[in-house]
């Protein structure tokens, strides 16, 4: 079974610094999808960004971007310039390709400093 | 991008009861739509897939006489707990996806308090 690790319960950041979030996960697929989703106090799960198993290009998004390691099945999320809206919970999830749900990981709970 | 509504967003109810939330894709086709349960603090735990016109597959570990999922349109599932009890009480969140795309896209949540 796939499973997800986020190792980080709580992280903090400086606001307009720097911060990397880390994942590791477990399958034995070649074709997948990794994401980062964000949860905010509203609960309300929002994509942050996807990347591709098959693509070796790192994926960005504006702030955000993943250091995608696929032979060792890491997928860390860095944020730059970090903003106090970025404060949330942080799900990094994993999906086999065809009709496959989403796994989770456990979660990182990010605070932002002003 | 896509917009999934969920309704009710939060609900009350005495135990026994059964309670119904919707989960509507607004602007897509979702050929499939899952249900999540998420308890404080802690991660989504997916309760079961459904995908449209067809019966849906539970988790192991979720009762699926309890929970009755219904997907009966491109737009719309349901999710029923029946005789619902204290212990069930939860955020339960769906979320969709059209058939060949890779992204799952969520509702805002729905806050189900059996008293």
């Known amino acids: 079974a796939q499973t997800v690790t986020q190792s980080q319960p709580e992280m903090s950041v400086q606001e307009a610094e720097t911060v990397t979030l880390s994942c590791t996960y477990d399958?034995?697929?070649?074709?997948?999808?990794l994401f980062w989703y964000k949860q905010p106090p509203s609960r309300q799960m929002i994509l942050v960004i996807r990347?591709?198993?098959?693509?070796?290009q790192n994926a960005t998004e504006n702030r955000f971007s993943v250091n995608f390691q696929k032979a060792a099945k890491s997928f860390s999320l860095k944020i730059s310039d970090s903003q106090l809206g970025d404060a949330a919970m942080y799900f990094c999830?994993?999906?086999?390709?065809?009709?496959?749900?989403?796994?989770f990981g456990k979660g990182t709970r990010l605070s932002v400093i002003a | 991008g896509a917009v999934v509504s969920q309704h009710p967003s939060r609900v009350i109810c005495k135990s026994g009861t059964s309670v119904k939330i919707e989960c509507r894709s607004l602007?897509?086709?979702?050929?499939?739509m899952f249900w999540y349960r998420q308890f404080p603090k802690q991660s989504l735990m997916l309760m079961a897939t459904?995908?449209?016109?067809?019966?849906?597959?539970?988790e192991q570990g979720v009762e699926k006489d309890k929970f009755l999922i219904n997907h009966a349109s491109l737009t719309l599932s349901t999710l029923t707990v029946t005789s619902a009890h204290p212990e069930d009480s939860s955020f339960y969140i769906c979320s969709a996806r059209t058939s060949g795309t890779k992204t799952q896209y969520f509702g805002p949540g729905t806050r189900l308090l059996v008293l």
């Open positions: 602007d897509f086709q979702a050929t499939t």
């Open positions: 999830a994993y999906r086999a390709s065809g009709n496959t749900p989403l796994v």
């Open positions: 990347q591709e198993a098959y693509k070796q």
């Open positions: 399958t034995s697929e070649s074709d997948y999808y």
């Open positions: 459904s995908n449209e016109g067809s019966k849906a597959t539970y």
